[in-house]
């Protein structure tokens, strides 16, 4: 069974950088066929799609994210990690890891984190 948990500070300072770590059991992030992903959910509002990366590496952001958001991992330690700068109240919002399969569109989502609550202050 693959898990997926969220870590990172649950209040973050508008202007700062958000960054959040993802810690994967059961799968290792560098496996074929699966590539893993962050999604954010503000209150009241639908999910949204951050960004990937993939098992090679290889990162992918959304357009409306993408001058401001960073994705990387450790593979030492299974985790990947999600930095946002330059944070507004916007931001806001619950947070999750996600693992996304391949060879479909759009992928299917079959693990994620159970999310953590990130708030921006003003």
């Known amino acids: 069974q693959v898990q997926l948990q969220e870590s990172g500070p649950g209040l973050v300072k508008a202007s700062q950088t958000l960054s959040l770590t993802c810690t994967v059991s059961?799968?290792?992030?560098?496996?074929?066929?699966?590539?893993w992903s962050w999604i954010r959910q503000p209150p009241g509002k639908g999910l949204e799609w951050m960004g990937v990366?993939?098992?090679?590496?290889?990162?992918y952001y959304s357009p409306s994210l993408k001058s401001r958001t960073s994705i990387s991992r450790d593979t030492s330690k299974n985790q990947f990690s999600l930095q946002l700068s330059s944070v507004t109240p916007e931001d806001t919002a619950v947070y999750y890891c996600v693992r996304a399969g391949l060879y479909a569109s759009p992928p299917p989502y079959d693990y994620w984190g159970q999310g953590t609550q990130v708030t921006v202050s003003s």
């Open positions: 059961g799968g290792s992030i560098t496996t074929n066929h699966y590539a």
């Open positions: 990366i993939a098992a090679d590496g290889s990162t």
